[in-house]
């Protein structure tokens, strides 16, 4: 089993940047898949990015390709969200995922078995 913590979650312009961290708590965290995804008010929880666990492997979804960039420092365990160019759009709730299993959907929720409380990220317009 595998607790994750998300962090750096904020209050920020349009057009400004932030950055999210997950920490694991768990030493094998090389072996965990990553997934980010966000829910808004009255909305369902949507796919963010993800990435593999050696980090050879990253994906987007569309509506932020370009904008947020996933990486992972596994001899720290953590798990970051680059996001720049934020929108009054990317308002959410943003939670990690992890997954200790092999392959499956990186976009969907039912991949991941573990979930972090979230964090609240505000962009105003």
């Known amino acids: 089993q595998v607790q994750l913590v998300e962090s750096g979650g904020g209050l920020v312009q349009a057009g400004g940047s932030l950055r999210l961290s997950c920490t694991a708590s768990r030493r094998t965290f090389s072996s965990y898949d990553i997934g980010w995804f966000r829910q808004a008010p009255g909305k369902e929880r949507e796919f963010v990015a993800a990435?593999?666990?050696?980090?050879?492997?990253?994906y987007y979804a569309d509506s932020v390709k370009g904008r947020f960039t996933i990486s992972r420092d596994n001899a720290k365990n953590t798990v970051y969200l680059q996001m720049n160019s934020l929108k009054p759009e990317d308002t959410a709730v943003y939670y990690c995922a992890a997954d200790d299993g092999y392959g499956g959907n990186y976009y969907s929720t039912g991949k991941y078995d573990y979930w972090g409380q979230g964090t609240q990220v505000t962009v105003s317009s």
């Open positions: 990435i593999s666990g050696s980090g050879g492997r990253t």
